[in-house]
């Protein structure tokens, strides 16, 4: 029997295993992909002539295998293997309500392949549904998580400009990327055309300055590829596996078994507590049992919701834990591909950049804080950049020699975009369920996934767009593209919400420690525990939940408690 058991080895799966191997417990990790090596798995030395097809992925390979995952900007021949066949992997969705689920089965989950951007959640943010009656009420505020935001930005090493924003609170930030000279003029016009609106440098999980503590783990400084999604041989951006679970490894208190899905969770119903999970090896199609003294369920929001529904028994007919009904409502994705794009004929012609920084720039939240919102509630935050176009002749282009040559030396004016990601509120209606009807190949019942904008957001949506306009505008751009409404909501790869906290057990499904109302021995810290989304990039909450839940089951664990 292991101390604790972690479901997931993804971003918050990870920093549990860690945080758990830390303090002396004996951990397994069960990962449902399959097993893949630091380094070596990696297509992120291989020069762009190297890459097949261009770094693309034949239409036809697309159409058959990819065509959900294909709508993520990061997916190509290089990345592929990191991302779910689709044909693969079902789940349904309602005629017309679409929903694209992004995800990636193996050692390391969507950490090998995420956007990096790191930003702390508000009290504002906090405090939101208590406020507006949106939700339930966050069972913590932002002095409760404050210090272990601290503790997850020193582990992983995340760069950033400390700015004094309340909507946006500071970190233990490493020096951040320098704007380049485009993006300074851009704020310098933005922000003195909008004083309530601030245009910084993106917060993010790549190592601008390595430290002692990242070096020990092989990691080291960001060489400024911004390929960081084939993975990074360098470690320079946190992932698993250059980061957490080479942490908990070097404790000896860790153990990770993959290609294990993970079929339900048993609870013994005398104690009420998890006895053990059930899982399938993804190969030989075999069951097995693991047990343990604690669960951490960090599958994804999504997948986590499916464990929980899918583990019922006699005393618990709809799911474990599930006594409120929320279990699988609630799902949440952040307004997405909102994207204004401009062109800037004025910046300066005699300046360019070197590298290619893995960040771009960020506006922070303004609406609802420093500028009244009309006809909704909540707010939004702006990611993107401003860059030099030309420069590198497109791979289709007629020409030969001295000609392509003479062309790359020949840059366009700038152009900036800037993208807006708004908060969706949570509903009740928007929901994560089994299909009674279809089974995946290890006969577990499909996902199926219902879930459509409200109001607030599509209101939200045009005020997105109206600003983006405004902002390019004012800073002496002209608009040569915009979006027309969001993208299907999943593309934000921020799904969360289907298993929320809450302090009531009959409104929510786990408490203010991640630990299950019903399971003392159960917690959660993935996206699912969360009550609303803020507009913020969600992946550094997940770990500083973990962190802090793990802390306190540890404690429980050796007061003999659970």
Not at 191 to 196: Q, T, V
Not at 312 to 321: D, H, I, Q, Y
Not at 406 to 426: D, N, Q, T, V
Request: include cysteine.
């Amino acid at each position: 029997m292991f101390d604790a058991i972690v479901i997931g080895s993804g971003m918050s799966g990870g920093i549990a295993a860690k945080e758990l191997c830390e303090r002396g417990l004996k951990v397994l990790v069960i990962e449902r992909g399959r097993k893949i090596v630091h380094g070596e798995d990696y297509m992120d030395t291989q020069m762009p002539w190297e890459l097949p097809n261009n770094n693309m992925i034949p239409e036809d390979e697309l159409a058959r295998d990819y065509p959900i995952q294909s709508q993520c900007y990061a997916v190509n021949a290089a990345t592929k293997k990191f991302w779910v066949k689709d044909s693969e992997h079902p789940y349904t969705t309602p005629e017309g309500k679409p929903f694209a689920w992004i995800r990636g089965y193996h050692l390391g989950g969507r950490s090998i392949m995420w956007g990096r951007q790191s930003y702390r959640l508000s009290e504002q943010d906090f405090g939101a549904n208590a406020k507006d009656g949106h939700g339930c009420d966050w069972p913590i505020r932002y002095a409760d998580l404050a210090p272990w935001y601290d503790h997850i930005e020193t582990f992983i090493g995340v760069a950033g400009s400390k700015e004094g924003l309340p909507q946006l609170p500071d970190g233990q930030f490493l020096p951040e990327f320098a704007l380049n000279d485009g993006e300074k003029l851009f704020k310098a016009s933005v922000e003195a055309k909008f004083p309530g609106r601030k245009v910084i440098s993106g917060r993010n999980a790549n190592l601008s300055v390595a430290q002692p503590h990242h070096e020990e783990l092989g990691r080291s400084s960001c060489q400024n590829r911004s390929i960081c999604e084939r993975g990074c041989s360098f470690g320079a951006n946190h992932t698993s596996l250059s980061s957490s679970l080479p942490a908990a490894e070097r404790t000896g208190n860790l153990t990770i078994v993959t290609d294990a899905i993970v079929h339900s969770l048993v609870q013994d119903p005398k104690t009420g507590k998890i006895t053990s999970v059930r899982v399938i090896d993804a190969k030989t199609m075999q069951g097995r049992t693991y047990e343990a003294k604690i669960f951490f369920l960090n599958a994804s929001a999504i997948a986590s919701a499916q464990i929980l529904l899918n583990s019922t028994s006699e005393a618990n007919p709809r799911g474990l834990c599930n006594k409120s009904d929320q279990l699988g409502r609630n799902l949440m994705d952040h307004l997405y591909a909102l994207t204004t794009a401009g062109i800037f004929p004025q910046y300066p012609k005699d300046s360019y950049y070197k590298g290619r920084r893995p960040t771009g720039i960020y506006i922070p939240r303004f609406r609802n804080v420093t500028e009244e919102a009309d006809g909704y509630v909540r707010g939004y935050g702006y990611q993107g950049g401003v860059m030099r176009m030309g420069g590198k002749p497109q791979a289709t282009a007629p020409g030969l020699g001295q000609e392509i040559k003479e062309r790359g030396r020949k840059f366009g004016p700038w152009m900036a975009f800037i993208s807006g990601f708004g908060e969706m509120l949570p509903s009740p209606d928007n929901r994560v369920t089994l299909n009674p009807a279809r089974k995946d190949k290890w006969g577990i019942p499909l996902v199926h996934i219902d879930v459509s904008l409200g109001k607030n957001e599509h209101t939200m949506s045009k005020q997105i767009l109206a600003d983006g306009k405004a902002m390019i505008e004012a800073a002496g751009g002209m608009v040569i593209s915009q979006a027309s409404e969001a993208g299907t909501p999943g593309l934000g790869i921020h799904e969360m919400g289907t298993a929320r906290m809450g302090r009531d057990p009959m409104t929510s499904v786990f408490n203010g420690f991640n630990q299950a109302h019903e399971a003392a021995n159960l917690f959660c810290t993935d996206g699912a525990v969360m009550a609303s989304s803020g507009c913020q990039n969600p992946s550094l909450t997940y770990m500083a939940l973990t962190a802090r839940a793990a802390d306190y089951a540890a404690g429980l664990l050796k007061q003999g408690m659970l």
